[in-house]
C-alpha cells in the first residue's frame, strides 16, 4: 500500500454486501472498507411508496427533525428537479441506505454526509409539505402555480396570545423527518438541505422527542399529563402507513374528493411551537394543574372519573351545578363536542432546546434563565379551517392553560398524497400546472 | 364516588405495588390509580451508590440534559440541606421511582412532577459537580470553603478563538443528568431544579444525543466520522460503574492520593459547547476532510491504514518527505504523544438546537439561517492543566478543525468522589472545612 490515502484499495466488503440483499450503497473510496448498516432489521423500516406519505398514520417514533425552507427557485423545472432528487434520496434513507450511491472519488464532495453510516433505518420516514409561498409568494405568482393553490391552504390568521418569531414561522416548503434515532432523523434533514442548493434555503428548524412509552399506551408531555388520549381512534401498532386504518382516523386526516387531485390522499399539516413556563408549572399544586387540564394527572381520566378512555362527560355537573370540567379546561375546549364536531389528529413531540432569558407573562411575572423547552404542536386534518383553526380560536382567548403557554412558531403545510414508484413528491401538482 | 375530583378513593394498586417490591412510591392522590414504571427491568438500572458517581465510567447512554446552576443561599447549611436533598431524590429517581414519594394532598404541589411516570429507569445516571463558585465568587468567600478549594479547579484561560456566551458559560454547581431516554434524563434534572428553589436556580442547560450504535462500535458524530476512538481503554459494555476498570482509564480518570480526601475517586469535568458549521463542512471534499481528521471517514482508520484501532503512525511520511498526517490534523493535535502524555477520556454529545441566524467566521463568510448543532463536548480527567488545557491551548491555536468550529460554552467542574449509602455528595468537603 504505497498511496498514503489508500486510494484505489478495492472496495473489501462488496461481497458481503452484495450477499446481504444490496439494501447498502457499496463504495471503494478513500482507503477503507466501505461502509454499511450491519443490522438492517426489516421491522426498522416503513414504506416510503404507497397512497399516503409516511410519517403522518405511521406509530409515532421517538424523535424527530423538523425543518422549512424559503425557495430560491427562478423556474418551476427547478424546483421539480430537486423534488425528484429529495425523492430519489429520502426512499432510499428510508432504508437504510446513504442519500446516493458513494462514488470512488474523494476528492469530490462525497454523496452522503455520512453521519448515519451503520445505524438502522429507525423507522425513518419523511413527510414533505407545500406552503402557501410556492403558489404565491408577496402576491407574485413566480412558478405558475397560484391557479393550484387550494382554498384549504389559508394564511392562519393571528390568534390571541400568539407571540410569533419570523424565525420560527412560515415556510415554502416542509420536511419532516421521525425516526427512532434522533442523528437518523437530524441526518435525513441534512442530506436533503445538501441536495438543495440553489434552489430552496433552511428557513428555520426544530427537533422534537417522545419518551419510549410502552405500546398501547399514551406519552405523557412535559407538564406530566399524557397528551393525545382524545386523537380519533387508529391502530397504533406498526402497521404500515398504508394499511386500512379505521374509518373515524380516515375521515379527519385523509383529504378526498373535495381537495384538488394532487392533494387526494394528503393531509394538512398545522405546526406551533408552544413554549411552556414549565417553572411556573412546576409550583403549580396538582389539584389546579388537574382543573386546567381537566384531567386527573397519574390516571389521564377526566376529572371524577378513572380510566383513561372514559368519556368526557363534560355535562356533568358537582353538587353545586358547577362543571366537574370547567368551562375553561383544556380538555373541554379541545374537545370535538365543544367545536361542531371538529378534529384533527395530533402528532406532537416534545422540545427541549436548553435554556434561555425569559420574562413570564403571567403573575408572579418571573424572569431570568427558564427552560426553553415545551411541546412541538403537530396535527393532520383534512382542513384546517374547520379544524385547527376553528378549535384554537377560541381555545387562544379561553385555555386556563394559556397562563403556561406561548406559541411562538407556526406554519401551515400541505402535504400531498402519498408517492407512487417512480414518481416525485406533488408531480400530480406540477403535471397539473404545466 | 360523589366528590368530583375522587378525593378518598383507596389507592387501588397499592397491593400490586407492595407485590412489586416497593420500588415505586404509593400514592392514594387524586381520584386515581397512582403512577408506576411498569416495566422496571433491572438491566435498565445504574448503580447510583460507590466509590466513583455514575455517569463517568457508565456505558455511555444515548441522552444527556446538562445544567449548571448559581448559588443564591447565604448560609453554608442551606446547600447542605439542598444536597441532601439531590442525593435523595436521585438515588431514587436512578431506580425509576419518583423524586419523592407522591402523597395524598392534590392541594400541595406534589413532590414529582411527573413526567417520567411509567417510564423505564433508562440507565439514568446523575452526576455532580462542584464550580469554582462554591468555593470563591467574585473574591468572596460566601461558605467558609476557600480554603478547600482544589488547585486544579482553575479557572479556565481564554482561548484562542473563544466566543463564549456568558449564557452558556461557568456555573458554581452542575448536574449531568445521562439516561437513555431524553424525558427521563430532562424530569431528572427538573426535579433536582425544584428541590433547588431560594438555594441555587438554574445557569444554563444543554441537551445532547448519539446515536443508537451497536456494543464495541464507536459513534459517529454529526461530522460522520468516528469519534472517541482514542480514548483510553475501558470496557464498553455495561458494567456498574463500581467494577473495577483497565489501569489505564483509571489512571486518566480518576483523583488519587494527588487531590483534596473529598476528590478522591472523583473527576474533574470540562464541558464545552462547540458549534460546528455543518453547511460548511458539508460542501467539503472528502479528501479534505479527511486530512483535517487525520482518519478515513469510513472505516475510522488514521490516514493510509486500514483499521480503526490501528496506531496512528505519527512518524510516517509519504514520498516527499511530508507527514502522512498532517501537523494541523485534529487526531495528531489531540493524541496524547503530541501532549506529552496528556490524555483524558471523552464522553462527549452531539447537540442539535434548530436553527439560528449566524454568520460565518470562514471563506465564503456565509450569512444566514444555519444549523445550531455540534458537538457537546465532555471530558473527564485527573488534572486539566495538564490533560485538556494542555492539549487544547494548542488545538486552539493549530487544529485545521478550527475552520469548522466555534466554542460558545465552556465550564469545569470538581466532581466529589462517589456516594456512599446514607451519606450525600460532597459530604467529605463540607464535613472537612466544617
Not at 63 to 70: E, G, I, K, V
Amino acid at each position: 500500500m504505497t498511496c498514503p490515502f489508500g486510494h484505489g484499495k478495492p472496495p473489501s466488503r462488496r461481497a458481503f454486501l452484495g450477499a446481504a440483499g444490496g439494501l447498502v450503497a457499496v463504495a471503494g473510496s478513500s482507503g477503507a472498507a466501505p461502509p454499511v448498516a450491519k443490522t438492517l432489521a426489516q421491522s426498522a423500516i416503513e414504506p416510503f411508496w404507497g397512497p399516503h406519505q409516511g410519517g403522518i398514520a405511521t406509530h409515532q417514533q421517538t424523535h424527530t427533525y423538523f425543518a422549512t425552507f424559503d425557495l430560491l427557485a427562478s423556474q418551476r423545472a427547478q424546483i421539480v428537479t430537486m423534488l425528484r432528487a429529495w425523492t430519489a434520496a429520502a426512499a432510499r434513507m428510508s432504508t437504510g441506505q446513504t442519500a446516493g450511491p458513494l462514488g470512488a472519488e474523494p476528492a469530490k464532495i462525497a454523496p452522503d454526509g455520512g453521519a448515519a453510516i451503520g445505524l438502522s433505518p429507525a423507522r425513518l420516514t419523511i413527510t414533505f409539505g407545500f406552503g402557501a409561498g410556492l403558489f404565491v409568494k408577496d402576491g407574485q405568482d413566480r412558478y405558475g402555480l397560484a391557479a393550484q393553490r387550494p382554498a384549504s391552504l389559508v394564511d392562519l390568521p393571528k390568534f390571541h396570545g400568539d407571540q410569533l418569531e419570523p424565525a420560527r414561522t412560515g415556510g415554502d416548503l416542509s420536511v419532516q423527518a421521525c425516526a427512532d434515532d434522533p442523528q437518523v432523523a437530524f441526518h435525513a434533514v441534512r442530506e436533503l438541505v445538501r441536495l438543495a442548493y440553489g434552489v430552496a434555503q433552511l428557513r428555520w428548524a426544530q427537533s422534537g422527542f417522545l419518551p419510549s412509552t410502552p405500546p398501547g399506551e399514551t406519552p405523557r408531555n412535559l407538564m406530566g399529563f399524557r397528551d393525545g388520549t382524545n386523537n380519533p381512534p387508529h391502530s397504533l401498532s406498526d402497521r404500515p402507513a398504508t394499511a386500512d386504518l379505521p374509518r373515524a382516523f380516515d375521515r379527519v386526516v385523509w383529504v378526498g374528493e373535495a381537495g384538488p387531485e394532487w392533494m387526494r390522499g394528503g393531509s394538512y399539516l398545522v405546526a406551533r411551537r408552544i413554549r411552556i413556563a414549565l417553572e411556573h408549572w412546576d409550583r403549580t399544586e396538582l389539584d389546579f394543574q388537574e382543573e386546567v387540564i381537566g384531567r386527573h394527572k397519574y390516571s389521564g381520566a377526566p376529572l371524577g372519573m378513572t380510566g383513561e378512555l372514559d368519556d368526557l362527560g363534560l355535562e356533568r355537573e358537582d353538587g353545586e351545578g358547577n362543571p366537574v370540567i370547567g368551562e375553561t379546561a383544556h380538555v373541554r375546549l379541545g374537545s370535538a363536542l365543544a367545536n361542531d364536531g371538529a378534529q384533527m389528529f395530533r402528532r406532537a413531540y416534545s422540545y427541549n432546546d436548553g435554556a434561555s432569558f425569559t420574562a413570564e407573562r403571567w403573575p408572579p411575572w418571573r424572569q431570568g434563565m427558564m427552560y426553553d423547552s415545551g411541546l412541538f404542536f403537530l396535527c393532520y386534518q383534512t382542513d384546517p379551517r374547520t379544524s385547527f383553526i376553528r378549535m384554537f380560536e377560541r381555545m387562544a382567548r379561553f385555555d386556563a392553560l394559556n397562563q403556561y403557554t406561548t406559541h411562538n412558531g407556526s406554519a401551515l403545510f400541505a402535504c400531498p398524497g402519498g408517492i407512487d414508484e417512480g414518481t416525485y413528491i406533488g408531480q400530480r401538482l406540477f403535471e397539473t400546472a404545466l
